[in-house]
Every structure is written in C-alpha cells, then in structure tokens.
C-alpha cells in the first residue's frame, strides 16, 4: 500500500531534550516536506527536500533540521525543543513539484 | 511572494444546503491548483486543476479553475454532516522550489 509514515504519532517531551520524528514514504518520490499546523495558522512549511541531499528552508525553519540521506526518508530534528514548537506536524512527499502531496497520519507534539 | 487566501474562514450551514469555498492565489508561473479536505486526521486529496474551466467532478463535490481571475472554487451539494472538515487549497509553481503553497483553510460545519 502507497503511503506516508510517521513516527511517533504522540509525543509529550520536556523543554530542551532533544527529538526525532520520522518520516518515510514507499512510492519512490523525489520531494518531501515537513508541515506544521495550528490553529488559525494553516499548514506551515518547515523545510522540504527535492532529492536526496537537497534539503532547504520552508517558511517557518526556526528550532528544527531536517536530512535527506536516501530517498524514502526524512526525519525532523528538534535540537532543544521549546513550548512554541508544540503543534500537529505532518510529513508529505509528492512524485514531482506542483503534483499531489501525500501526508503522513501527523505526529502531535507537547513540549512542556 | 507566493500567496493563497481563501474564504470564507469558517461557515455553518444545514444538512442539504449547497456552499461554495473560494481560493484566490497569486503565483509566479502557476502549475496547478489543489484541494483537500482535512479532518481529525492528514489532508487527504480531492482535486488537482491545471486548465481553466474545465470542471472536476466527484460525487457531490466539484471544482473549477479560472485562471484569468486568478482563483478557484469548491462547490458541495446536498451537504452532509460528514462533510464537516477543514478544506484547503494549495498551488504548485514551475518557478521556486517549494512544493505547494497553503492556505488557511475553510472550517465548514454542517449540521443536522
């Protein structure tokens, strides 16, 4: 079955330790992105990535890395994670720029 | 900079009326428009628009693009309380490097 995974799907943390979300899809796309949404915010992207080793800064890239080492993963990182970076994330990956994003089910967050 | 607003925010309406969401963009060297409908969970895909006023169809659902004017609408008909989600559009650009551009989101309520 095509999809988009994530890992975790819920995740509670304390300021300052860091994490690893990942993310990996099965359909052999070449892009991938990292989203964050809240409320009355809308999707907000992070970083994204057109290929392996091509990452770069979405909208809102503040706080988190990404990397891009083979093709069908793309794990977020929060070095030192704060209270702002609470939030739903979801993971996408489409075939080609401008074409259907699939997303992943979404990792909810809680950074106390 | 690449912008997508769309509106209204949020409506409510009752089983069986019909609504209309609106999606006004600007893009440089625009490539495609695409709706989602979001609800508990990950956007899952309803359309992909390229060629304007060329209608798309699925169900009660249908979609139109009009690329002159800039925008695109979502029509539902016969609404049911199952099509209570958050519906965004995003557009896809040949030029810049991300993926897709969001917006906000329509929040539509319908009650029985």
């Known amino acids: 079955e095509a999809q988009v995974t994530q890992n975790p799907r819920y995740l509670i943390t304390v300021t300052g330790k860091k994490l690893t979300v990942t993310c990996s899809q099965n359909?052999?796309?070449?892009?991938m992105s990292w989203y964050r949404q809240d409320p009355g915010l809308g999707l907000r992207q992070i970083y994204y990535?057109?290929?392996?080793?091509?990452?770069d800064k979405g909208d809102v890239p503040e706080g988190y890395k990404v990397s891009r080492k083979e093709k069908r993963n793309f794990p977020l990182i929060l070095e030192s994670p704060s209270p702002n970076q609470t939030s739903l994330y979801f993971c996408?990956?489409?075939?080609?720029?401008?074409?259907?994003?699939?997303f992943g089910p979404g990792t909810r967050l809680t950074v106390t | 900079e690449d912008k997508v607003v769309q509106s209204p925010l949020s409506l409510v309406v009752h089983e069986g009326d019909t609504v209309t969401l609106n999606c006004s963009y600007e893009v440089t060297n625009f490539r495609s428009l695409l709706w989602y409908k979001q609800e508990k969970k990950a956007p899952t895909f309803l359309f992909m628009l390229t060629s304007s006023g060329i209608e798309k169809k699925s169900g009660r659902l249908s979609s139109i693009l009009d690329k002159k004017e800039l925008f695109s609408i979502l029509n539902i008909t016969a609404t049911q309380t199952g099509d209570s989600a958050i519906y965004l559009c995003a557009v896809g650009a040949d030029s810049g490097n991300t993926p897709l551009v969001f917006g906000k989101g329509t929040r539509l309520s319908v009650i029985a």
């Open positions: 996408a990956s489409s075939f080609s720029r401008g074409s259907e994003q699939y």
């Open positions: 359909m052999n796309h070449e892009y």
């Open positions: 990535s057109m290929n392996v080793e091509v990452t």
